[in-house]
């Protein structure tokens, strides 16, 4: 049977407590589509392929992690948001985002799937809301086998900087773009940080504090959460539910 689309949103915002997070774009529904659904389609991104492929399989909604209307981006709809917009509206596609709430659930988010993932045992949080996990290994291994790891699981090589004969035990994680936090994990007692991107600075403290630093991919380590929630939702409401993984080398 079809559920409502407000009946959906609540379920989630419960599921994902959305309100308690400060986000950088509205979580939860951002484009109206029709009133009833029946059939969900989770992808890491709102793009204009996902879009195609969810009105190819006659979708109801398209659950993401990357939605739309971020802060500090331009209000205007024009050329590709007007497309992709333009496209949902047309086949009456409802649109739901979830981005970090979507990071922190206990156990369907990107944190939590990605430990399941590369088998980390969690064991504390800290950072900004809480974002960042902290935990370690069943059993400590060398830098460059964890990094190879990391690669097979997650199908893609990991961007690596630390001496690779490393013993590395716990480790501190955070997917997609946070290596902003590798600063305030590089002051705990770790041996690595993970995370999705790098940016310059992470070259010299990871060489100077003696912390590895690996960036497995934004798109690589954020996989895993939004395909969770769908399998999640489509059990508890007997959905049809299809995850599409359009490859993403960032």
Not at 205 to 221: C, D, K, N
Request: aromatic share 8%.
């Amino acid at each position: 049977m079809p559920i409502q689309r407000q009946e959906l949103e609540n379920y989630i915002g419960q599921l994902l407590a959305v309100a308690r997070f400060k986000d950088y774009a509205p979580n939860g529904l951002q484009v109206e589509g029709k009133d009833q659904i029946n059939k969900i389609v989770t992808g890491v991104t709102a793009s204009q392929a996902l879009i195609d492929a969810a009105i190819s399989q006659s979708a109801d909604a398209i659950l993401v992690h990357h939605g739309y209307f971020w802060k500090g981006e331009d209000q205007t709809i024009v050329r590709t948001k007007k497309q992709r917009i333009a496209k949902l509206l047309a086949a009456d596609i409802n649109l739901l985002a979830y981005h970090l709430p979507l990071d922190a659930h206990e156990t369907l988010g990107n944190n939590a799937q990605l430990a399941q993932k590369l088998g980390l045992i969690p064991t504390a949080r800290f950072g900004e809301q809480e974002l960042v996990w902290r935990g370690e290994l069943p059993v400590p291994m060398s830098l460059d086998t964890f990094s190879q790891h990391v690669a097979i699981q997650l199908k893609r090589p990991p961007l690596t900087i630390g001496n690779p004969g490393k013993a590395i035990r716990t480790i501190a994680w955070c997917t997609g773009g946070a290596q902003s936090y590798f600063r305030e994990a590089s002051n705990l007692d770790i041996d690595c940080y993970l995370t999705g991107e790098a940016s310059e600075f992470v070259t010299h403290l990871a060489q100077e504090s003696g912390v590895a630093f690996i960036a497995a991919g934004h798109h690589a380590t954020e996989r895993y959460g939004i395909e969770a929630l769908g399998k999640h939702l489509a059990q508890e409401f007997n959905l049809e539910h299809t995850h599409l993984d359009l490859d993403n080398p960032v």
